[in-house]
């Protein structure tokens, strides 16, 4: 099993989120002993009907367990979001187990007003690989073709890891988040799922998509946060000394996984070449991924966004620490760094000259062009750290 970098209390309850097969079974089953656990899955039909039927049946039986179970794990626990309730009940009680309450969607959650614990359980994320995780054994080009959901990226046949990837957004993305969606154009829908995947990483103009899907301005809005609610991806804005001033701007969205995304846009089976505009951009969306994910883990509290002036020079990542300090990041999937390639890095200087600057590459070579460091991908993470 691949060691994963996320470390999870052994001693405190906690929440686990993140999308389908991004390997939160697996993970919990080897850190805990089947002796000491119980497993409550809601994805066995059964058991999610059982206990939907009678939530109550979850108390009686954590009350009655053996000694010997220090921990209660709930799979998927936004399918009867009213077991909370039957948590914090049984965190009251004498001499409580462990709750871990793992979840692939919030937004069911948020929906039914559920009791979320108010501080008694801690809040973790699980994403695919990194490629922290990977190496030795890291292919950056099977990285950007495929993704890194384990299931996929593990799998030695390339067919049948695009089959996996196809049944994944077909049957767990798309059917899932209908669901939670509960809406009646599906049809537009799944419109705006394809058209959002090839706008992944460009800015958003919502309304050009809403004439594109048939649908309204607030439609396109609500699709987006349905799609941010279900763990698909995330929102990245523009960067603005103003916070205020920073709303108003368009915002850009990734999604969670370069695979999933290139499956939604149906080119998951052509190969990517290099020094092709769509390497550039997966690359781009697999850097901004791994910083997004190795600096959750790492637990060091930045904040994200991108530069981009009226003309149109943009940065693609700028970094806020807790400390104040901004670094700003340009990605070139290129194995030579020429000044054009910093335009972006020297006009943002302008606006923030106390900023630090960094081209990452795929030139394994380090070096400097003036005040920009230019350092390979895999170093970037050290960068940030420093």
């Given at each position: 099993m691949i060691r994963r970098i996320i470390e999870l209390p052994s001693h405190y309850s906690y929440f686990l989120f993140g999308p389908r097969q991004t390997g939160k079974s697996t993970l919990l089953k080897a850190l805990y002993s089947q002796d000491d656990v119980y497993i409550y899955d809601l994805l066995k039909s059964e058991e999610c009907r059982r206990l939907q039927a009678n939530p109550e049946l979850f108390r009686e039986q954590v009350l009655a367990r053996n000694p010997r179970i220090s921990h209660i794990i709930v799979d998927e626990i936004q399918k009867i979001p009213i077991l909370l309730s039957e948590v914090h009940f049984l965190m009251e009680s004498p001499n409580p187990p462990i709750f871990i309450l793992t979840g692939s969607s919030a937004r069911k959650l948020k929906r039914s007003k559920a009791d979320l614990l108010a501080g008694r359980?801690?809040?973790?994320?699980?994403?695919?690989?990194?490629?922290?995780?990977?190496?030795?054994?890291?292919?950056?080009?099977?990285?950007?073709?495929?993704?890194?959901?384990?299931?996929?990226?593990?799998?030695k046949n390339e067919a049948l890891a695009?089959?996996?990837?196809?049944?994944?957004?077909?049957?767990?993305?798309?059917?899932?988040?209908?669901?939670?969606?509960?809406?009646?154009?599906?049809?537009?829908?799944?419109?705006?799922?394809?058209?959002?995947?090839?706008?992944?990483?460009?800015?958003?103009?919502?309304?050009?998509?809403?004439?594109?899907?048939?649908?309204?301005?607030?439609?396109?809005?609500?699709?987006?946060?349905?799609?941010?609610?279900?763990?698909?991806?995330?929102?990245?804005?523009?960067?603005s000394k103003s916070e205020r001033k920073k709303l108003v701007k368009h915002p850009k969205f990734y999604f969670f996984d370069t695979g999933v995304t290139r499956a939604l846009t149906k080119r998951v089976s052509i190969p990517i070449d290099p020094h092709t505009p769509e390497f550039g951009m997966a690359f781009e969306h697999f850097i901004i991924l791994e910083i997004m994910r190795l600096s959750h883990y790492k637990k060091m509290d930045l904040s994200f966004s991108f530069y981009r002036t009226e003309s149109g020079t943009e940065?693609?990542?700028?970094?806020?620490?807790?400390?104040?300090?901004?670094?700003?990041?340009?990605?070139?999937?290129?194995?030579?760094?020429?000044?054009?390639?910093?335009?972006?890095?020297?006009?943002?200087?302008?606006?923030?000259?106390?900023?630090?600057?960094?081209?990452?590459?795929?030139?394994?070579?380090?070096?400097?062009?003036?005040?920009?460091k230019i350092l390979p991908w895999q170093d970037v993470m050290e960068w940030i750290q420093s």
């Open positions: 359980a801690l809040t973790y994320h699980l994403f695919p690989l990194s490629f922290e995780e990977l190496v030795p054994n890291f292919s950056l080009s099977k990285a950007l073709q495929f993704g890194t959901l384990p299931k996929v990226y593990l799998e695009m089959d996996i990837l196809r049944s994944y957004v077909e049957t767990y993305l798309r059917e899932e988040i209908e669901i939670e969606a509960q809406m009646r154009r599906l049809d537009s829908f799944i419109r705006f799922l394809s058209l959002a995947a090839f706008e992944n990483g460009n800015i958003l103009n919502f309304s050009n998509l809403a004439r594109e899907t048939g649908t309204s301005y607030q439609t396109i809005k609500s699709y987006f946060q349905i799609l941010e609610d279900t763990l698909m991806g995330f929102f990245l804005f523009p960067y940065v693609d990542l700028i970094i806020q620490t807790p400390r104040g300090e901004i670094k700003a990041i340009e990605i070139k999937s290129s194995d030579r760094v020429d000044s054009s390639h910093l335009r972006g890095l020297r006009s943002f200087k302008e606006t923030c000259p106390e900023a630090k600057l960094c081209c990452i590459s795929l030139n394994p070579k380090p070096s400097q062009q003036g005040d920009v």
